[in-house]
């Protein structure tokens, strides 16, 4: 299913692919700025990377427990910060015509 979710967004020209240095690149800064914030527990440096380097700033997650949320939204780690769905209705609320992110090259 969300295979073909990808290769629907590649054939409509909105997904890149960029290879895997510039995410890992960035997740090591990341993890090094949640170090130095003193968040050593912070398991998902990852995701701030992916969103720094795609621009994405629309999480959706239930993973409330991690410190994940709070994260995405702090400026520290995030500029501008991200928007949340953690609900059943966040699926709806993207048909229904949020903004969608912008795809940096």
Not at 50 to 65: E, M, P
Not at 73 to 83: C, H, N, S, T
Request: net charge positive; charged share 35%.
């Amino acid at each position: 299913m969300f295979r073909n979710f990808l290769l629907t967004l590649k054939r409509a020209g909105r997904l890149l692919d960029k290879g895997d240095a510039p995410d890992d690149e960035e997740t090591k800064k990341v993890a090094k700025e949640f170090a130095d914030a003193g968040l050593d527990d912070a398991d998902d440096p990852h995701i701030i990377a992916l969103a720094r380097v795609s621009g994405a700033r629309l999480l959706i997650s239930a993973d409330r427990q991690s410190g994940l949320h709070a994260n995405f939204k702090d400026r520290r780690f995030l500029k501008p910060p991200g928007e949340i769905y953690a609900r059943r209705g966040g699926k709806q609320a993207l048909r229904d015509g949020l903004p969608t992110p912008s795809i940096r090259s």
